[in-house]
């Protein structure tokens, strides 16, 4: 299987704050890297696909880079609504493995 | 609009099965997607658990594989879980989503919560 490290696991910031979640995978996987959404006893929602693609309906702010092992998800100006945890998820090869996840917090 | 629901029993004896049905609306189950299950262990992170493509197709994660079926009723367009000789380590909240062609889950149900105990 391939493993899916995020880091950091958990930040707290500020409404406005550039926010930066990294995930690095076992091997490499192309761009075939998606981005979620999970809000607290809510279903994830898919952000961005095939590592840099924003899915329709999700804010500029939000944005993807990285290829090969190396993925980058970016918040460019927090706001309220952001507050939740980001999952990172390989889509090259199954069986489908997620990162752990990265909780995103009010400071 | 697509619309996922889960549905089934919330608690499931140990050494029972879960079963799980998805009903999806907004779309045909027999269109070009795949449909999978992924679940959730209470403050955990996300596990898939397996995919059926229209045609009947399947795949399994392999920590799962020997407990776990995946099937399809086009009829009713729906497709449904089930694991068997469950535990305590299988409760959590059941997810059902759609898969791209690219391979990401574009849509999700809502979840359900299963537990396992006596």
């Known amino acids: 299987d391939i493993q899916m490290t995020q880091a950091p696991s958990s930040l707290s910031s500020s409404v406005g704050d550039r926010v930066t979640i990294t995930c690095r995978t076992s091997?490499?996987?192309?761009?075939?890297l998606d981005w979620y959404q999970q809000r607290p006893g809510k279903a994830p929602k898919l952000l961005i696909y095939?590592?840099?693609t924003l899915q329709s309906g999700v804010p500029s702010r939000f944005s993807g880079s990285g290829s090969g092992t190396d993925f980058t998800l970016t918040i460019s100006s927090l706001q309220p609504e952001d507050f939740a945890t980001y999952y990172c998820q390989q889509s090259y090869i199954t069986p489908w493995t997620f990162g752990q996840g990265t909780k995103v917090e009010i400071k | 609009q697509v619309h996922l629901q889960e549905s089934g029993p919330g608690l499931v004896k140990p050494s029972g099965t879960l079963s799980l049905i998805c009903s999806v609306s907004g779309d045909s189950i027999d269109a070009n997607k795949w449909w999978s299950w992924v679940r959730q262990s209470p403050g955990k992170g996300l596990e898939w658990i397996g995919e059926?493509?229209?045609?009947?197709?399947?795949d399994y994660n392999p920590s799962l594989k020997s407990r776990v079926t995946v099937s399809v009723d086009k009829s009713k367009n729906q497709f449904s879980l089930k694991v068997m000789s469950v535990t305590a380590a299988d409760t959590a909240v059941y997810y059902c989503a759609r898969q791209t062609v690219r391979g990401d889950f574009d849509y999700w149900g809502q979840g359900t919560l299963v537990t396992v105990s006596s």
């Open positions: 095939t590592a840099s």
């Open positions: 059926i493509y229209h045609l009947g197709s399947t």
């Open positions: 091997q490499s996987i192309g761009s075939f």
